[in-house]
């Protein structure tokens, strides 16, 4: 396949992976591979890179296409000649190779890996992590995948199958610790703990990258199984801000919490901008008159007054309960980073009992830290813990519906999801009589509102708006509007 | 240009000679935008040698280096050109009689009555030049199409005297610090460059390249201990100018192996937030 072709599917993939991908960008990508060869794969990549990708946010899910599409190309990479029938081809290479018992001739160390028992070659994968020897662990990446994750072609299984095949083989998980007992003994002396912990990260780092490598490996091969197209279609990833809360992996979570960060300082960045500008005081009376004596007392120049808007006073009340616990963690991990935004923020949390929170993010900086407290510490179990709005809402009434004045804006933060319990919808309707503002945001896709136990349109009726708030994208867009 | 650079080999190497060391991404950007023609907008941590690098760029291609640091308020008159008004009275006043209107109104339109600012002084140098247009992201959205024209078609036009087109292609690096989304016109125009925290490897040399009279060790043990401490959860995970000034306290202070009391009491030197200090020697067992 010639490398416009391919070209094509490439940035078609990227745009259906949601990267914004112009045409002259495009173009800008078709005149860069030009001077840049195929061949040199890291220039190449980061060629395509500069030209395509303009937020960095986005270079994970451009490198993963980026395997699918060119992990066959280029020339230390081939696994055999990119000629038409790739992965026939492949696939006969691979078992003549298997049946032959020949060395496999590529990467250093390769030959006569085959002839080793998996427990040679584990010991070998010890020794390669302990001196980090790069060229060693990828020949061996190679070999443990060739040997331990049973591929065959046309198989429906997915990339981490065959993963957790090879690593289990290897006994990964144990590897470290092995490795720092390896370490402790070839040391005369006691290590400090300085030294243990640095010892530690260094292994963790090595033990990482050749995980990275087995993964690469498995994905060379899906490929040349089944074609770039239809594995990047099982590999497609959302980009971080479109990461659903309700639905988020472990490793999702790890992206989004850092999305966050940047995002908040931008966000901080444009509402203070936003603030300053854009907005004119009142006439400022006494100051005109003092000016217009200059001009032999005509007003001719008119004087405001510093614009002083006010801050609204911020009253959080979010559902911790399993279901929607992300998006919670979230929407206060926000609301805390940009609270020089407002006069006063307030936090409640609930399941079926309710609890203030407020003093956990006043008695630390470290808002990861509150968060943690707030799920360990706060007393939000009243009977069952099962959510119960209802409940919640009465309690907080009776404590702290006193507190609401004409400058607070109140969240409620949930799915609505009540158990079937009594709504006391009427407390929505008395906060919004005192309250500037009463908002709801709703982690769930409108298409599941108000269906089974959720009555977000009893609570909702009584508020100034109803939010879909699924991923952090539009969590953004409701906060700006907020301030 | 003389100086062109044949391949993203060169163009590493001969940053290295600048004492700057580049990973095969930067090397790689700066070499394509070069053969393409294109600006280079460049984004990452604070400290990380993005501004350095277009000085660097400079300084391996012996070209002048032309700086427009950006802040909010920046206008045409500072970036781009403004017409010498006191030059342009005295000029009126000097021969009131004897020119005709259409005379003077010529002449004070001319070359001579302009100021050059950054922008339009490296699209008119004759020489060689790097245009370095730093922290872009500190003007309004509004003030960014005012780089438009500059950068997709390297020319500057002014009602009074038309289109001054460059004379060669000047090579130009905008820095941002990410405070706000950039406009998707100025993205578009522009290569993009992201550059991170370096790999331990590489901060190692960095560490090697800055710091005269360090030993391999230390260097080495820097490199390890701020990798480590980047992997923690902080408010502000050090930089490479902050590995560098921490390096060059411990050689002040004679250490040529970082212990754990000397590892706490220079922490601050890297970490500029109590907590994140707090949290490092924690973290790190040097809190004993």
Known sequence: ?483 | MSSDFVSVSQVRDGLKKVNYLADEGIAGVVYLAQRLGKPVLIEGPAGTGKTQLAKSVAELTGARLIRLQCYEGLDESKALYEWNYKKQLLRIQADKKSDSWSDVHDDIFSDEFLLTRPLLEAISAPDPVVLLIDEVDRVEVETEALLLEVLSEYQVSIPELGTISAKQIPMVFLTSNNTRELSEALKRRCLFLHIDYPDMEREKEIVLAKVPDISVNLADQIARIVRSIRQLDLKKAPSVSETLDWARTLILLGVDHIDAQQAKETLHVLLKYQTDIAKAAKELSVDE
């Not at chain 1, 094509?8 to 860069?32: C, I, K, W």
């Not at chain 1, 390769?110 to 390669?128: C, D, I, K, Q, S």
């Not at chain 1, 990861?368 to 809402?393: C, L, M, P, R």
């Not at chain 1, 009463?438 to 769930?444: A, G």
């Open chain 1, 1 to 483: 396949m010639p490398v416009i072709d391919l070209m094509s599917g490439f940035v078609a993939e990227l745009r259906r992976a949601g990267l914004p991908v112009s045409l002259t960008e495009n173009l800008d990508a078709m005149e860069a591979i030009k001077v840049i060869p195929i061949e040199d794969r890291d220039a190449f990549k980061y060629a395509l890179g500069a030209t395509l990708v303009k937020n960095s946010s986005h270079w994970r899910v451009f490198e993963t296409i980026f395997e699918v599409y060119f992990s066959l190309r280029g020339s230390q990479y081939n696994i055999v000649d990119p000629s038409d029938d790739q992965a026939d081809e492949f696939w006969r290479d691979e078992q003549d190779q298997a049946q032959q018992g020949q060395g496999e001739g590529r990467g250093a160390g390769g030959g006569g890996l085959e002839a080793l028992t998996p427990e040679e070659l584990a010991n070998m994968l010890m020794r390669a992590l302990m001196q980090g020897d790069q060229a060693m662990m990828r020949a061996l990446a190679r070999q443990s995948v060739a040997r331990f994750a049973g591929m065959e072609p046309g198989r429906p299984v997915g990339g981490t199958y065959y993963l957790y095949r090879t690593l289990r083989n290897l006994d990964l998980d144990n590897m470290l610790a092995k490795l720092l007992e390896a370490n402790k003994q070839s040391n005369q002396r006691e290590a400090t703990n300085l030294e243990q912990r640095l010892t530690k990260d260094e292994y963790e780092s090595r033990i990482e990258q050749f995980k990275k490598e087995v993964e690469a490996e498995i994905r060379r091969r899906l490929v040349a199984d089944r074609g770039a197209e239809a594995m990047a279609k099982t590999l497609r990833k959302p980009l971080p801000e479109d990461v659903e809360f309700m639905h988020a992996s472990r490793e999702e979570m790890q992206s989004l919490k850092k999305a966050l960060f940047p995002l908040t300082r931008k966000l901080a960045a444009r509402l203070a901008r936003k603030r300053r500008h854009g907005r004119k005081g009142p006439l400022d009376f006494r100051n005109t008159v003092r000016h217009s004596l200059s001009y032999g007392g005509v007003p001719a120049e008119p004087k405001f007054k510093y614009p002083r808007p006010a801050k609204p006073e911020l009253m959080v009340v979010a559902d911790i309960s399993g279901s929607v616990a992300a998006f919670a963690r979230f929407t206060l991990m926000l609301v805390y980073a940009i609270q020089s935004q407002f006069s006063k923020v307030r936090s409640f949390v609930f399941i079926d009992g309710l609890d203030e929170v407020t003093k956990y993010f006043k008695a630390t900086e470290d808002i990861q830290e509150a968060i943690h407290k707030v799920n360990t510490e706060a007393d939000v179990v009243w009977v069952d813990g099962h959510s119960d709005y209802g409940h919640a809402f009465e309690v907080f009434w009776e404590r702290y519906g006193k507190d609401i004045n004409p400058k607070t804006t109140v969240l409620l933060l949930g799915d609505a999801r009540n158990n079937y319990h009594a709504s006391q919808s009427w407390v929505v309707k008395e906060m919004r009589k005192r309250a500037r503002r009463v908002y709801w945001l709703n982690p769930e896709p409108r298409s599941y509102w108000n269906t089974g136990d959720s009555i977000v349109g009893e609570y909702g009726g009584h508020t100034d708006g109803v939010y879909e708030c699924r991923n952090l994208r539009q969590l953004e867009g409701f906060v700006e509007k907020l301030v």
